[in-house]
Structure formats: structure tokens, C-alpha cells
């Protein structure tokens, strides 16, 4: 097969339609069970944890987000900021608190971050609140040490994003210590042949200079790890992108690592988040990450044990929270 400019439109648009590739549920399900799953999960969230809900960080509509505290903040604490999908234009940070419940009791403050989605905001200025709500964060809560990002299917394209900012035209430098990219898409332009361009409205100019893939080269390498996990039942376009931006990452010199999920599919890739024995959430034992049945061009060749937290609290469970792994391609 050929790159996506060979496809019909009709191919390309069922690539980039998440909702038409899970084995679990159909269609015309899967996005209202993708709801119903992240918002119990996020009302689970809100009972147990101390939270904010609702602090502007900018005087947007869109610009506010919700803190889900850490159980025991004993001084100083990392942050983890979630930044949901729903291809730019559906979603909202009221669902998306549903990953704190394992972080929280590990003492990690989780943010879940509102933007303004399509058609009132636009891809730009939704990459541009991403950024300064992190340094509002760095601002008002000197607490935090250490930032860590985790963004699912568009979430994990503005977080992407982050990695080549200029923070020059920022008060602050946020210390970005690891970025973990789920099912995200980082080469814009083939969207602009989908209806997922019709609420978005991106000129090819805008599609360009919003591609994580095309501002590797710009981006200076930063001490921080990326992870870049993709789902078995992700489409292949979505799991080219993943593969292909994790290698322009490592050649460029960030400290980047490719996941490659098994038995998920786009949306259950991310609910899972909420469960201590997820392969993204749980400790050191969780060894048999991503054992790659399925994909026999994956290799795990090193087990990095070292992420998120390592830094802070050497010998919790966190050490090896989101497991990173080093899966090397043989093909
Ligand atoms: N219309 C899309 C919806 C979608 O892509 C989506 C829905 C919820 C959460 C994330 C999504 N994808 C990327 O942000 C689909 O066909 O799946």
C-alpha cells in the first residue's frame, strides 16, 4: 500500500474514523460508551480526591481546569496534566479526571485541562492555551516539581505540541520531566481530507506549522522522556503516525520510546488509565507490557524502569508508573 495520498477519500476518512476500528463494540456505540466510561470514571475521581474544579488560567471561556489533589502532598509534588481528545472539537476537561484516582493516592496532583474546542477555538489557539496553562500552573502552584503530560488521540497531538515551544515568550520555563502520547495524530495534513476539517477549517498553512512531525527539526531535545503508545486496534494510518513521529523524535536526539498496547483499541487505550493494574498505571511488576503477540515486528529489547517520578519518590511504585520500555523495530 502507498501513503495516504494514494488513498481514496473514502479509505482515508475510515483511517482516521477511530470509531470504525475496535473489535469490542460497533460504531455508532463505541463514542457514547467512550463518554458514559470517562465520566463515571471522572465522577469516581471527584468523590475521592480533593479537587478545584473550574480555575481559569486565562480569562477564555475555555480556559480553565480542574485539580484533583494529591493524597499526601508532603511539600513539594509532581503534577500530571491530562489533555483529552475528541478530534479538536468534542470533549471537555468535565470528563477527563478520571486517570487521578491511581495517580492521586501516589501523591501526583492531576490536572485535567479545558481548552476551547472547534468551532470556537481553532487549532492554534487551542495549542496556544495548552502551553500557557502550563505556565500558569508553574506560577501558582510552586509546589509542583516536575511536569508530566499525558494526552489521548488530538490531547496527545497539543501535548506533542508542547515539545517545540519557545517558552521565551513565556514568564516561565515549566521543567517538563516526561510526556506520554496516546493513540495522537502528529501529521495534520492528511485530516484536511476528512470531515474532520470541516469544524476545524485548517488551511494547509495551519495544518503544517501545527504538525508535531514537521517541528521535530526546530525543537531543541529537552531533558524530559517521551513514551509515544499506540493501541493494537488503532487504524494503521494512526499507528503509521505513531511509529513514524517516535522515530523522527529519536533522531532528532529527544529520549523517546514507542508502546505498543495489545488488546486495545482508541478509546479503551485511554479508559484504562483509571485502573492501579493497567500497563500505563501500574508499578514495577507489570512486566508483561505490550508482550507484543500481535505484532511481530516489535521487539522489546530493554526494560527502562525509570519514569515519571524516579526523581522524587525513588522507591514508590510511581518509579516505574507508566513503564517505559524500549521497543526497538526490527523491520
Ligand atoms: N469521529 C471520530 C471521533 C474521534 O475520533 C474521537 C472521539 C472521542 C475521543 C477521541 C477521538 N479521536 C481523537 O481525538 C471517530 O470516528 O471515532
Redesign the pocket.
Known sequence: MGGWRDMSAEVLEDQY????WSPRLD?DTI?DA?LAVTAAGTERARASARTTLHVPYGSGDGEKLDIYFPKDPSGTFPVLVYIH???WQ??SKDESGFAAPPLVSQGVMVVALGYDTAPRGHVDSMVLQVRRSLAFLVEQYPGIRGIYLCG????AHLAAMVLSTDWTEFRVVPDIKGVVLVSGVYDLEPLLHTYVNDALNMSWEVAQRNSPMRQVALAVPAACEVLVAMAQHDSPEFRRQSQEYSQALRAAGWSVSLLDLAGVD??DVIEKLSEDSYILTQGQGGTVIASSQHSSQVRITAAIGRWYLSNHYPRSAWQCQVCCYLLTHLS
Open positions: 474514523s477511530p470509531s470504525r460504531r463514542i467512550h481528545g475528541g478530534y468534542c470533549l489521548h488521540s488530538a490531547g482508541h478509546f
